[in-house]
């Protein structure tokens, strides 16, 4: 049996901080080329998804990269910066494609009812 899976899960305060550090590295990379693209009354904007490009760079992109950094480091940059890892309960070693999107379906199943 690999040590990895004798780890307890991560705490709730540690992984809501990596959370933030994700959300807000991401926020640094997309909010700037948002701006450029719909100026800045994107910012006043009451919509949820202003347009195109706000639904490519603030959804599909976020979650294609949630999956691959999942499967390729097995972690997130936040979590990455706090030594925290995602891994497959089965082994212990981080998920292929194919669990990193089943988590990521499970997630946003779930966030619906938050």
Same mark, same amino acid.
């Given at each position: 049996?690999? /040590?990895?899976? %004798?780890l307890p899960p991560a705490? =709730? %305060?540690p992984r809501a =901080?990596?959370?933030l550090i994700d959300y $807000?590295?991401?926020?640094l990379l997309t909010w700037p080329i948002l701006w450029l693209v719909y100026g800045e009354d994107w910012l006043r904007s009451p919509l949820l998804w202003e347009g195109y490009?706000?639904?490519v760079l603030s959804g599909m992109l976020p979650a294609l990269g949630l999956i691959l950094f999942w499967s390729h480091s097995g972690a997130t940059p936040g979590k990455q910066l *706090? $030594?925290?890892?995602v891994i497959n309960a089965g082994d212990g070693?981080?998920?292929n494609y194919m669990q990193a999107l089943r988590r990521l379906? /499970? *997630?946003l199943a779930v966030f619906p009812t938050l």
């Open positions: 049996m690999n /040590s990895l899976t %004798l705490r =709730f %305060l =901080f990596a959370l $807000g590295l991401w926020a490009w706000n639904l *706090l $030594g925290l890892r070693q981080k998920p379906a /499970s *997630l």
